[in-house]
């Protein structure tokens, strides 16, 4: 167990120094519904100069130690530290933003017909765990949930490129008709403009944007109340080269809440800054005291706009100091 949290400690850390990942335009196979989403370059995090230094040899052990794991990558053809490319993952948070619908892009290089044998073979010895049933061309597999809840998921091969999954059969049949031209997605205004100002070439991108249902719980909260109503969207982009670069956006109403959030910040990050600079910790204090200091806050007309900076020499120390905490 303690292999599997510190494979799980790494590989998060991995998610925050990793390489480039597109997000000019919504991706078209996503639902137009999508409030949340994640998208990550899987190989090129892997081939990143971080991941290779302080993560790689022990994602690779871990597979080559777990032989149940071994035993059913060999059996799928599928290597995933080299056939995986990337996975983004979507949510429509609607009115109830703990049982979101999710939807998942998994793209990369599958032997669909190996796995198809598979699959077909699991579903007909454990028709309890796996069903596969048909949507036009399309072979589409039924993962049995367990447990109170109960939660599936359902998923298909558009080709040997693409695999895509959803909590909801008819999400997933959509998602293919969409990825054969049927249908396409007209995303809101809110979540358009936010993956557009994202740009290209991020690590990690991350979307949110406020849902009636997100607002409403917020609006529960006495102390984000006002936050919700100011709020439209909010944005993440993680970049690496031999740094980490962060830029977080919150988008606003309009340009004078902007000015308001982007004042308050200024103030937190200052007041952050000089705490850990006084920190007990010598090694790490200096380094947090740093990153604080040098981030940046600014308004710019209805956009919150923060920068911060993790130099090569900062990230070696903290992934160090990860690594010593770890069982």
């Known amino acids: ?71 059913i990558l060999t059996q799928l053809n599928f290597d995933p530290l080299k056939d995986l490319s990337s996975i983004t993952v979507a949510a429509t948070l609607g009115n109830n933003p703990q049982q979101p619908d999710v939807f998942i892009i998994a793209r990369g290089n599958y032997d669909v017909d190996k796995v198809q044998e598979t699959l077909a073979a699991v579903a007909k010895n454990m028709p309890e765990k796996v069903a596969v049933s048909e949507y036009g061309k399309f072979k589409v597999y039924e993962f049995k949930g367990q447990g109170a809840r109960n939660q599936g998921m359902f998923g298909a091969f558009l080709d040997k490129n693409t695999l895509i999954a959803a909590t909801k059969k008819a999400d997933l049949e959509a998602g293919i008709d969409r990825g054969t031209g049927k249908k396409t997605s007209k995303f809101k205004k809110e979540f358009t403009a936010a993956v557009e100002k994202l740009g290209e070439g991020q690590t990690l991108s ?36 031999d740094n980490v670069v962060a830029d977080l956006a919150l988008h606003t109403t309009d340009n004078a809440s902007a000015m308001q959030f982007s004042e308050g ?63």
């Open 265 to 327: 910040i200024s103030q937190l990050k200052n007041f952050f800054a000089a705490a850990v600079e006084r920190s007990e910790d010598k090694e790490l204090g200096p380094v947090f005291a740093k990153i604080l200091k040098n981030a940046t806050v600014s308004a710019d007309g209805p956009r919150v706009k923060i920068r911060a900076e993790i130099d090569a020499d900062s990230v070696d120390k903290l992934a160090k100091k990860a690594k010593a905490k770890l069982p």
């Open 206 to 241: 991350l979307v949110l944007v406020m849902s009636e249902g997100l607002k409403r719980a917020m609006a529960q909260n006495g102390q984000l109340a006002g936050l919700a109503e100011k709020l439209e969207a909010g944005t993440l982009g993680l970049v690496v080269k």
């Open 1 to 71: 167990m303690w292999k599997m949290t510190r494979i799980c400690s790494l590989l998060a850390l991995t998610l925050l120094v990793g390489s480039p990942v597109s997000a000019a335009a919504p991706d078209k196979l996503l639902p137009e519904t999508t409030d949340m989403l994640v998208n990550i370059n899987t190989k090129a995090l892997l081939e990143s100069e971080v991941v290779k230094k302080h993560a790689l040899d022990e994602i690779k052990n871990f597979i080559k130690n777990n032989d149940q794991l071994g035993a």
